[in-house]
């Protein structure tokens, strides 16, 4: 079976959305990411840190899931890295309330030795240096590097970010980062500003408008799946990433084809994370839902077309 | 051959782009609908008034593509409608700098006696009133109608623009207009509400982000090409219309699944439609630039996924 080493937070959320508010639940990027690529035919492990405070249960809920947890470090006197945020009446924006960093501040990963060999590592939003450092860790037999990051990195360790993206097979951001790590409007011409920083594939997420794949000069356009309300959006485009990253781990084709394949993927198990609130939805997605939900993907965007 | 019944402004534009600025050049979207719809095998009429300051030129490259303009009022001692407009960096937002009125303050519309009994009606953006005077004039032989207006109407003339989309089989708006329509945010839900209005399809136009077709319980997504420049968005949104609505009235053919292949023309004549200033590009689209504009629409959207 192929190895996929995750790496990114595993946390406590806090969430509020207009149609309810949680305590603390289980989140994190690597959280989802894991969740989500448990789906495939993988063996993953989770490369984190959390603090003596994380619940058992959460932790048996990931190694249930055939998550390797070996990766993911207590710290004893330490406290798992929280976040808290509330979503505006769109959905598509949220003011965080609360972040703390705790255990992260000094998190040093370290991939398990059984899995330096992994097929796929998929990097989850974390500081670059830590990503690197992973990244660092790895053999040569690794197949496929996919780096998913965020506005804050470019904003406050933009030269650590460049040195990670050099360094990877996949980028993945939304379309506002792509516009601000390239200085382009067109998304077309921000890919190309990526190509030429290292990666050969760039992954732009848009949300409710769904997702664009660039390589070379071909281009995919993946739409998202309308809906009728979306209850949390909280690690949808770390659902996204898992689905990516666990469809290609399993069926070891690393090409362009396979790779829209793999964002249809992700697009239908980002669509079951908005669900309900947190992971919950995530923890019960069986191949039935999944199979049903690929199959209105492939309604929504089929069409016929004569071209002789 | 198909009738196809165009309602809209034919007009003079002014347009500032971040590339360049134009004089008064030919625009209103009656003519974007009309060159659009001309690609295919119809026969069309622009029912609209202009002023004697308009030129022949402009009429005489409406009649070479075979666009009846007996419909098409001349006001003596009238000025034409006058549009001037700012596009903004992004191209998505843009300042209205004028508008004039002019002999459109007083339009009667008249639908020539042999297109009473055509087979299609596009209503293009204008006072509801000429709208609905304009479907009010048709036969009942009219297979299919199709309305397209903006929030201008909505904000100033809720009441008659309800009055004209009760009547319409078909309503496309963009996905800010909808929910303003409708007070939702999901589309979907907007969707189903503008059912309850009249309509039974909804076309939601999102600009860069392509469009949905909403009929029943059935979605389809259509992506926009994605493009390294834009150089004038005006027109986008009525030369897509145009396309829609001349391929259905060419096909004769008004099902769910061919306006999924209706939406895609529109979208590719779109795509053509931003490359140049106003009308230029649309000009002189070949039937091969159209059929390889369609063949990068099938490749931007078609995937592998086995879902036995």
Redesign the interface.
Same mark, same amino acid.
């Given at each position: 079976m192929s190895k996929l080493v995750i790496v990114g937070t595993v946390a406590f959320d806090a969430i509020e959305t207009p149609f309810g508010k949680t305590d603390k639940i289980l989140g994190g990027a690597a959280t989802y990411i894991g969740l989500s690529a448990s789906q495939f035919n993988v063996n993953s492990t989770i490369v984190s840190v959390v603090g003596n405070d994380f619940p058992q249960n959460y932790l048996d809920l990931l190694s249930n899931r055939n998550i390797d947890i070996s990766g993911t470090e207590i710290v004893s006197n330490g406290k798992t890295f929280f976040w808290s945020g509330r979503y505006h009446? $769109?959905?598509n924006t949220r003011d965080t309330l609360a972040t703390e960093l705790n255990v992260l501040a000094d998190f040093n990963p370290v991939v398990p030795q059984d899995y330096k060999n992994a097929d796929v590592v998929m990097l989850g939003n974390l500081h670059p240096l830590v990503q690197l450092s992973v990244l660092e860790q790895m053999e040569d037999s690794t197949k496929l590097t996919i780096l998913d990051t965020m506005n804050f990195w470019m904003d406050n360790a933009l030269e650590d970010l460049h040195k990670v993206i050099n360094k990877v097979d996949v980028l993945t951001i939304n379309d506002e980062e792509a516009r601000q790590l390239t200085g382009e409007?067109?998304? @077309?011409?921000a890919a190309r500003k990526i190509y030429e920083m290292g990666p050969k594939f760039v992954v732009i997420k !848009?949300g409710e408008?769904?997702a664009?794949l660039f390589h070379e000069n +071909? %281009?995919?356009?993946?739409?998202a799946l309308?809906? =009728?309300? @979306?209850f949390d959006p909280t690690g949808a485009g770390d659902t996204f990433a898992g689905g990516f990253a666990g469809y290609l781990a399993s069926t070891r084709d690393y090409s362009f +084809?396979n790779m !829209?394949?793999a %964002? %249809?993927y992700g697009s239908a198990l980002a669509s079951f994370c908005v669900e309900e609130f947190g992971t919950e939805r995530l923890q019960h997605v069986s191949d039935v839902d999944l !199979?049903n939900r *690929? !199959?209105q993907?492939? =309604?929504?965007?089929?069409? $016929? %077309?004569e *071209?002789s």
């Open positions: 009446y $769109d959905m409007y067109s998304l @077309v011409t !848009k408008h769904g664009l +071909e %281009i995919f356009s993946a739409p309308p809906l =009728e309300s @979306v +084809e !829209k394949t %964002i %249809i !199979k *690929l !199959k993907f492939k =309604e929504l965007t089929t069409f $016929d %077309i *071209l």
